[in-house]
């Protein structure tokens, strides 16, 4: 087994912790649940995310490659997000791959060198620095939440 898989793993137990903590009313750190419908099956689907806050925009950014959200989100026009008791609908508009780097360099720049690590970890960017993930842009998506 890779260390991606062991790390998906061990991601994916904490997600149900994290999902569990959050339906208990119990908001931490930028966490929340984003509930889309499934592309194929239009059944809700649950995911703890981050929602990034940057130079007055909020962000949802990808942190695993073939992450089912992300397919789910393209495919949608609005989610939920959920942070504790509260919820409000959302429109997730895809930000076009030129303008990620910005988003993906300042998030790692000014973010625990966790954040930079977990795209190499996950097989996403070469390196764990705020360039070499503005460098995978390309595979990373970047979400801003709007309004619905």
């Keep these: ?24 009313g119990l908001a931490f750190g930028p966490m929340q649940l984003l509930t889309v419908a499934g592309r194929r099956t239009g059944v809700p689907r649950t995911f703890p995310i981050a929602v990034i806050p940057q130079d ?31 919820a409000a609908t959302a429109r997730l508009v895809e930000v076009p791959v030129p ?8 998030l790692v720049a000014t973010s625990p060198a966790s954040v930079g690590n977990r795209y190499v970890t996950t097989g ?19 979400f801003r939440v709007e309004p619905a």
């Design 56 to 86: 007055g925009e909020r962000y949802i950014i990808q942190a695993y490659p073939k992450a089912a959200w992300v397919a789910n989100v393209r495919a949608a026009d609005t989610v939920t997000l959920t942070r504790g008791r509260r």
């Design 124 to 142: 996403l960017a070469e390196a764990p620095t705020p360039d070499a993930v503005a460098d995978a842009a390309g595979r990373i998506a970047v």
């Design 1 to 24: 087994m890779t260390t991606a898989q062991n790390y998906r793993r061990m991601v994916n137990a904490g997600n149900k912790l994290v999902v569990g903590l959050q339906r208990l």
């Design 99 to 106: 303008e990620r780097g910005p988003i993906l360099r300042k």
